[in-house]
């Protein structure tokens, strides 16, 4: 037998510390002590009853949030990725034709995604912050005929909420399931998964639930279970394969729940509790509230001279909201001296919005005009005593 | 605009009810006030220069856990299968032979994700509790070729700990990487990765760690590093990409992280403290501690006339101990009854194990003679109570 040759790290001696920050960027969001308390309460076991129990409530609370009665209606055990992933690789099959939209980050990660697992990936592309309307969309639809299109309701690399009116009866007229991002945007913008004819929805954890990140919910309508139920080939992943995860959600109608992964017990109960705010809340007051502060902010950064990015009203993310980089300013020395002197985190932007844009989420439990106000003044702050590089 | 027509349910209008339990079965196990503690702080971001040093400590607590110095040392974003998922999709191509040691459940599942991934799967099976010689697995490396050998070293599901010592200079000889499960045994039973010349090794947080599932370390030697970095085809997965992960965790040299998924933040917060907990404690004790404990608890039950599943006393899991099914018992009925009678969860086999044992488990904060006492007694009650079907 051999003997330890590596000797504990002395870094791991010192206690955690983690500073105290205002997440007023994209995401994760601070977490409201009721959550953080309902994620550390003592463990039980995955399989135990109780827990089925509280992941059936979860199981509710999302089809609310989601506004939908679908069965299949679970959540995830990783962050929005995983849901991404959960959702392209349970519903298509390698050679299928998809069709992704993409204005910014989160349809690119999707073509890259649909890519690996084999799937013939179509592009269709805007800049930041652009649209597409019904009638590009389904001329691509009709062009490329793909199983399933991708959209993106809360980009928040660009700050743009994207309207869903009318897509899912297109989807529906050519046979093309309809798969739609909430992370950014659910419980801040309204959604409804039946009404709107969305086949697949998931959201992430840490946004306007203000859960810690770890968990996301999804949800898969008939149409979406009729294709992933009967498909040919096994999905890339055990880990994210519905069969299985449908069972250990109690969705299959089978008597018997069976071991497939242990979940994130913890992460569950911080979600139960997130679903429960927003069930006490109620999502119209919710939907109203990131609405109302959004509009409030809108006018804040106006006045001090700041170009929203978004032009359209109508089309901003009232969740996360985005500011052309002011003429003359480096946006990296502005949001580090927000991070050093006022402990607040805004950001930049993300992928293809990198270097156009600066964001400020106000989510959830954060979403209050005395934290748009701090938001303001920081920024104002910053304004005054970065340099401007150029008049 | 539509109207919400799905109202909040009503069972997230009831508080959270989380049952306090023992929980002294194969994992998750019970997690410490101190680890809780430490998931319940208030977060910050994902990419915040803190949540790099919280990371890079929990890079340094693996590494002492798994004794090594390998630098691509990091943690999976979810549950011990994710980790699976990781090591097989970023080191074996489709097409690849691989060859998997199966003497439990452990062994199928990596057999499943192997071949979802397109690897040409060879099985060299036992009955679960039969061990491999190094003979017999060198053997089926010649017969073979594979590219990678899966072993489980803690066999949780039959409460077997499998010899290690010599598989790794096998592997090298037959240019074949070594994948090892540590999932129930880090902590509990030695491994000395560089020693042993493991080339990939993976655990969970939630066994003897103590924290909540959904965090895996995991950590690739150069012999991986070199394989999978010099792939031609991509990962299945974008979420457990090696490329990115190991960016997010710098590990790649380059000057800075890039943002790839959002990381469970507050299950990075507990993985820091129970690694930190190891540390404290040194990994020798930790070691001895189960060793000690698991050899009292033995006595109790051959005390009780049960008989032990593995005869052979030093190839026993010391964190998980699993006795055969008493002659004339219902195993369900004898759970049941300890559920409900002393709050307190055992369990009974899994996969190929299933009706063949019942498991115990005392691990890291549960691994003390008081809890292995209580167990007893509670072993002892079910006995008396719960009838017998023949003599």
Redesign the interface.
Known sequence: ?????????A???RP??????H?F?P??S??PPRI???????????L?P?MY??M??IK??I??AF???NNTTISV??????A??CAVFNTVEPGESVLIAINGIWGE?VA??AE??GANVHRLVKAPGGYFTNKEIEQAIVKHKPVLLFLTHGESSAGLCHPVDGIGDICRKHNCLFLVDTVASLGAA?I?M???NIDILYT?S?KALNA???TAPISFNDRACHKMFNRKT??????LDMTHLSNYWGCDGKPARE?????????F??L??S??I???K???ESWKKHKEVAAYLYRGLEDLGLKLFIPERDLRLPSVTTIAIPSGYDWRELLAYILKHHHM?MTGG?GPSMGMVMRIGLMGYNCEKNNADMALHALADALKNCKRSKA
């Open positions: 037998m051999s003997s330890v040759s590596i000797p504990p790290p870094c791991l001696l955690l510390e983690v500073p105290l920050r997440l960027g995401g994760p601070n977490v953080l308390a309902a994620g550390s309460r003592p463990i039980i076991g995955h135990h109780e129990e509280i059936n409530d509710r609370g089809q609310y506004q939908t009665e055990s990783g962050s929005g990725h995983a991404m992933e990660r890259e995604i690996r697992m309204p409804f039946d009404k709107q992430g840490q810690p990140p770890g096994k999905p890339a992943s055990y880990f071991y497939h992964h242990t979940g994130p017990v913890s992460g109960f911080a139960r509790e679903l429960a927003l069930a006490e109620g999502l119209e985190e993300l």
